[in-house]
């Protein structure tokens, strides 16, 4: 007999699902009976296995109604769907799942999905006025993880986040992430050199740091570039930079898919001075192509990048260090194609097909639950 699993987070998803997401949740249907409660971005059509939540206007209150309602909403799918345990992503969610399943007088078993640090939700990430809720956040991190019947973590990094607020991982394995434009065999170094930056511009990223970093950094390596793409509400530090210093930065508010690994091909490095990591995609994905990374020692980067092997490492908020790091790698080109081929082969045991995702899901539920 299958398992039945209630999948909750935050997650937007567009229906239909794309290829990617589609190969995911087929696996994962393959192997349990699946439902999944979520946020909707784009619905445009149905499936059977979703439940989302449309968003609430104005924006700024999207957030709080998702969660001040989030016990109700698990509670209705619980006494709906009888699934035998809750996989939630986040720790603090995890808590409200757990007074969801007091409401429905459910048995299903709850299982923290931690995918970062569970204290860094309030405290980097969004407006600045989510930090006034970081006693409450850390709070309902604390309680969800020692009340969870299991723990799912990503990496070394994650499991020692769920061992400091007091509670063991149950289990430890990477998300299947599609990386097959990724794949191909790398291309070679470009040159002039380019150090390129993906992510959204917001403080937990380093954003700030990185400008700062860059002004020092220019001047000694004058044929250089930096390229950044994202978008955020720390678009201002970009426009400066962008104003600053025309002729050594570029800016593409997005990219597809397809195009980031255009941009990783045209670039010599990625660069992620991130104040707060779980497992960064962007890092795998740069790893695929054969290029090295100068990230922080901040989160899960130092799960992936080892320092002088496939990439550097840098103290988090250190704009000095991360220049120096920068004006290395981008006037060596022999320490830029070392750090390349090494960060190809390095990346192996991150990759995960969607089948092996769904199979380790599945035997996290058949443990938790027996």
Known sequence: MRRKLLMVGRSRYSLPLSPSLRRKFDALAEELDLHVLGSAARVNGSDPRFSLVAPVRPRIADGPAFYALLPFRIAR???????????????????????????????AKVIADVHGDPR???????????????????????G???????VRTLSPFTEAAVRRAGAEPTASFAAFMDLGPFLSPPAPLPDPPVALFVGVLERYKGVDVLAEAWRRAAPRVPEATLHVVGRGPLRPVVEGLVAELPGQTRWSESLPTEGVARALDDATMLVLPSRSEGLPRIVVESLCRG?????SRAGGIP????????????????????????????SERQLAERL???????????????????????????????
């Open 77 to 107: 799918e619980l006494r709906e769907q009888q699934p035998d345990a809750v996989l939630v992503q986040g720790a603090p969610e995890t808590a409200l799942a757990l007074v969801g399943r007091s409401l429905a007088r459910s048995r």
């Open 120 to 142: 860094a939700a309030t405290r980097l990430y969004g407006s600045p006025l989510r930090r006034a809720l970081s006693p409450l956040g850390d709070l309902l991190a604390r």
């Open 144 to 150: 969800g993880l020692r009340h969870a019947d299991g």
């Open 291 to 295: 290029r090295g990374v100068i990230g």
């Open 303 to 330: 799960d992936l990048v080892v320092d002088d092997d496939n990439g550097l490492l840098v103290e988090p908020g250190a704009p000095g260090e991360l220049a120096d790091a920068l004006e290395r790698v981008l």
């Open 340 to 370: 390349g081929t090494r960060a190809r082969t390095s990346v192996d045991p991150w990759l995960a097909t969607p089948e092996e995702y769904a199979r380790q899901v599945r035997e996290l539920v058949e443990k938790v639950v027996s």
